[in-house]
């Protein structure tokens, strides 16, 4: 029995679409001959194998790998609280700009912050005076709309955090890489000085064998000389 489709979007590995077997060519030109002049498709008149190959219009709320996302991530965790808190008011205190970079974020976080402070002091007067839920609860709700609000500021905030952060590594990984190089620069240096030093010796060491070559060769020289004058010697006195 097949699970239903929502328990498998909520798996961090779904399983395969069944419909993944109708993204075939013939399916592909068969659907090409049904769109005319770029016009939409009425799905419900399209054969049931070529449902499936039109892409569903986009919803505000979507899973990839178990993750929840949005389609338009401009303001999360006001969907979010709107989702899960259906009764809860929740108003946004800063303009819903479409370029966000024009954005004043550090002027509305100023804002919101001096917001908070005296709605605190208001709560805390209004305690005083009475516990009643009646006199306090709009002040209570209040600030933790502004909280909410600069929640979603500093949220805001994440991407360029992300690029920060990527910099940092990248810088950090450069100079890794940059003193294994110096590494490996003063280690060939101590190789080449060590290699230098033996062959220095080595060089001193053939020179050492030449001369003592040559000490023998004259050694023998002489001591052929000294033979052969006794042996000169020796033949007179015979005679």
Same mark, same amino acid.
């Given at each position: 029995?097949?699970?239903?489709?929502?328990?498998?979007?909520?798996?961090?590995?779904?399983?395969?679409?069944?419909?993944?077997?109708? &993204?075939?060519?013939?399916?592909?030109?068969?659907?090409?001959?049904?769109?005319?002049?770029?016009?939409?498709?009425?799905?419900?008149?399209?054969?049931?194998?070529?449902?499936?190959?039109?892409?569903?219009?986009?919803?505000?709320?979507?899973?990839?790998?178990?993750?929840?996302?949005?389609?338009?991530?401009?303001?999360?965790? &006001?969907?979010?609280?709107?989702?899960? &808190?259906?009764?809860?008011?929740?108003?946004?205190?800063?303009?819903?700009?479409?370029?966000?970079?024009?954005?004043?974020?550090?002027?509305?976080?100023?804002?919101?912050?001096?917001?908070?402070?005296?709605?605190?002091?208001?709560?805390?007067?209004?305690?005083?005076?009475?516990?009643?839920?009646?006199?306090?609860?709009?002040?209570?709700?209040?600030?933790?709309?502004? &909280?909410?609000?600069?929640?979603?500021?500093?949220?805001?905030?994440?991407?360029?955090?992300?690029?920060?952060?990527?910099?940092?590594?990248?810088?950090?990984?450069?100079?890794?890489?940059?003193?294994?190089?110096?590494?490996?620069?003063?280690?060939?240096?101590?190789?080449?000085?060590?290699?230098?030093?033996?062959?220095?010796?080595?060089?001193?060491?053939?020179?050492?064998?030449?001369?003592?070559?040559?000490?023998?060769?004259?050694?023998?020289?002489?001591?052929?000389?000294?033979?052969?004058?006794?042996?000169?010697?020796?033949?007179?006195?015979?005679?």
């Amino acid at each position: 029995m097949a699970e239903p489709q929502e328990h498998q979007l909520k798996k961090s590995f779904p399983e395969p679409p069944p419909f993944y077997q109708y &993204f075939t060519p013939q399916n592909s030109a068969r659907l090409a001959k049904h769109q005319k002049d770029g016009a939409d498709l009425d799905i419900s008149k399209l054969p049931s194998d070529l449902r499936n190959l039109v892409p569903p219009k986009p919803t505000p709320v979507f899973r990839v790998f178990g993750a929840k996302g949005y389609s338009n991530p401009r303001n999360p965790v &006001f969907e979010d609280i709107r989702v899960h &808190f259906p009764n809860s008011y929740l108003e946004q205190k800063y303009p819903a700009l479409l370029d966000s970079a024009s954005l004043d974020r550090p002027f509305y976080l100023k804002k919101l912050t001096r917001s908070i402070m005296v709605d605190y002091l208001t709560l805390m007067g209004l305690l005083s005076q009475s516990p009643e839920p009646t006199a306090w609860a709009p002040v209570n709700e209040n600030i933790r709309n502004s &909280f909410v609000n600069v929640l979603q500021l500093v949220n805001e905030y994440r991407p360029h955090q992300a690029r920060e952060s990527m910099i940092m590594m990248m810088e950090e990984q450069l100079e890794r890489g940059n003193k294994e190089i110096d590494d490996i620069k003063n280690m060939k240096e101590k190789v080449e000085n060590v290699m230098e030093q033996l062959q220095r010796e080595q060089d001193k060491r053939a020179a050492a064998m030449d001369e003592m070559d040559q000490d023998m060769k004259e050694s023998g020289g002489f001591a052929r000389r000294m033979t052969s004058g006794w042996l000169a010697l020796k033949e007179d006195g015979a005679d």
